[in-house]
């Protein structure tokens, strides 16, 4: 038999550890579902990566746009969506544009990814 916590009998735990302490409230996953969508393509994914991995922390446009076979409109656009999802910000020089990485945005995705450490207290 089962419990109501969807352990066996006698048991406290669970087959499955969780993932988050606590479930999303609906102004979090409001707040988190453009980001998620953002990262949801390929090649906007393929972007923040580049972005985030590049020595000094920040990139042209015009280092981006040879690593795809899409046209610069089209790689700016998704910069575009990846800025307004609040991942990345940009910085106008001359004729470039400069990304940049936001960490309090992957770190806010990172925390909400990342699976609470064990209780030591509890596996005692």
């Known amino acids: 038999m089962v ?5 066996g ?3 406290a735990e669970r087959c499955c550890p969780t993932l988050l302490a606590a479930p999303l409230d609906e102004d979090q996953a409001a707040e988190l579902a453009p980001v998620f969508k953002a990262l949801g393509d390929p090649v906007r994914l393929r972007l923040l990566s580049m972005i985030a991995s590049r ?3 920040e990139v ?3 280092d981006l746009t040879p690593a795809f076979a899409l046209s610069q409109p089209t790689i700016s ?3 575009k969506l990846l800025r307004q999802a609040g991942l990345i910000a940009a ?3 001359g004729t470039w544009v400069h990304y940049r990485l936001l960490p309090a945005a992957t ?5 909400v990814l990342t ?3 064990p209780d030591p207290a509890a596996t005692s």
């Open 3 to 7: 419990s109501a916590d969807g352990a």
């Open 9 to 11: 009998p006698g048991t």
């Open 55 to 57: 020595a000094g922390g």
């Open 60 to 62: 042209c446009v015009c």
């Open 77 to 79: 656009h998704h910069l």
């Open 91 to 93: 910085e106008r020089r």
């Open 107 to 111: 770190d806010r995705l990172a925390a």
């Open 115 to 117: 699976r609470p450490a």
